[in-house]
Structure formats: structure tokens, C-alpha cells
């Protein structure tokens, strides 16, 4: 079984990778420290598994990239942010279940 990782974002790829992606990008922000953030990244993994070729999966360490993690107004992780078509879909903060996230997803994906 291949296993499919989320791609590291930082400042500088941001808008490569999200803002001018063609398909809608799920952005998780975190940090290394974040009990709450550990807890969402599997979850995360396995979104970005189940939903391969129709959407991008990012994490983002707001630890180092500050400049994104300004610009879109994070001051709560773990954040979740759907993007599609180079704007936020969705926000989603906290530890929220898979089936959540499932949810936004699908409705970015439509």
C-alpha cells in the first residue's frame, strides 16, 4: 500500500502550492509543540490519502513561516483552511473529526 504524505508548505511555495494550484488545497497550520496539532495529523495523512488526484493536502509549521501564517490571521492551532481557486473555502479550528473535515472537503471539491 503506498502511503501518501501531506507536502510541507512554507512562505515561499505558498502561492505555487495553494494559491495557484488547480485543485482545492487543504492547509493544516501547526507547530512541533501543539499536543492538539499531533492529534489532527493523522487524520490529515489519511485525508490526503483518500482524496489523492482531487485534492493537494499541505501542512504548514506557523513556527516557521509567519508571513502566511499572518496574512490568513492564524492565532489558533491547529487551523484547518480548504482552499479553492486560490481563496479560502473553508476554515475549520480546532481538533475536529475526520468526518468534519470529510465534509469540507467534499463541499470544496464539488
Not at 473553508?90 to 470544496?108: H, I, N, P, R
Amino acid at each position: 500500500m503506498k502511503t501518501f504524505q501531506a507536502i510541507e508548505l512554507t512562505d515561499a511555495t505558498f502561492e505555487a502550492d495553494v494559491l495557484s494550484s488547480d485543485l482545492p488545497v487543504l492547509v493544516d497550520f501547526w507547530a512541533p509543540w501543539c499536543a492538539p496539532c499531533r492529534a489532527v495529523s493523522p487524520v490529515i495523512e489519511e485525508l490526503a490519502e483518500d482524496y489523492e488526484g482531487r485534492i493537494k493536502v499541505g501542512k504548514l509549521n506557523i513556527d516557521e513561516n509567519s508571513e502566511t501564517t499572518r496574512k490568513y490571521g492564524i492565532n489558533s492551532i491547529p487551523t484547518v483552511l480548504l482552499f479553492r481557486d486560490g481563496e479560502v473555502a473553508e476554515t475549520l479550528v480546532g481538533v475536529q473529526s475526520k468526518e468534519q473535515y470529510q465534509q469540507a472537503v467534499d463541499a470544496a471539491a464539488q
